[in-house]
């Protein structure tokens, strides 16, 4: 009996671990269902909170289109309505603004011209100071060259008039020698 008894004993442990696991799987079963429906509503819970927002986007964007139909009439309107010049009124502030601008720009321009009229008044000087020195060089030179040729036509008689006077000297001699 004893075999018989093991027999039913590892019988019975079997039993009781099999419900053991059963119960087991049981409880993790649940607990993930458990889970699920936890995150399904929280799936629902975004759903309906991104349709609401999609609505309120849908709504603005009706409301924009609306806005910019007419706003594109206005501007038709004003496009095609003749423009008063007599109805123009400028204020002080406006006044002086434009003022300024057209001062500023006029600055601007006379700024930017001024240099360059200086630039071109200091070139001019300079070209006119470089030919006036080339000029009074050429002068000079001239003088130079006119004295030079004065002084060559001076030694040339003076050494002609040294070769008449060393010939009468040398016949003086010779006719002196002679009587």
Not at 28 to 57: C, G, T, V, Y
Not at 80 to 88: E, G
Not at 126 to 155: C, F, H, P, T, V
């Amino acid at each position: 009996m004893d075999v018989l008894d093991d027999s039913l004993m590892a019988t019975q442990r079997y039993r009781d671990g099999l419900l053991q696991m059963v119960d087991q799987n049981d409880r993790k079963h649940e607990d993930a269902h458990k889970r699920i429906r936890e995150d399904l509503r929280e799936l629902i819970a975004q759903h309906e909170n991104l349709l609401a927002a999609s609505q309120q986007l849908r709504d603005r964007t009706i409301s924009n289109e609306n806005r910019i139909g007419e706003l594109g009439k206005t501007m038709e309107s004003l496009a095609n309505r003749p423009v008063d010049i007599t109805k123009l009124r400028l204020t002080p502030a406006l006044a002086a603004t434009i003022i300024i601008a057209f001062l500023g720009l006029a600055g601007t321009f006379w700024g930017s011209t001024y240099g360059l009229r200086s630039d071109v008044r200091d070139s001019n000087t300079k070209m006119d100071a470089m030919r006036d020195a080339m000029k009074a060089d050429r002068e000079l030179q001239a003088l130079q060259s006119s004295a030079q040729g004065k002084a060559i036509d001076d030694m040339k008689r003076r050494q002609e008039l040294f070769q008449y006077e060393f010939q009468s000297f040398k016949e003086q001699m010779m006719n002196g020698r002679r009587k």
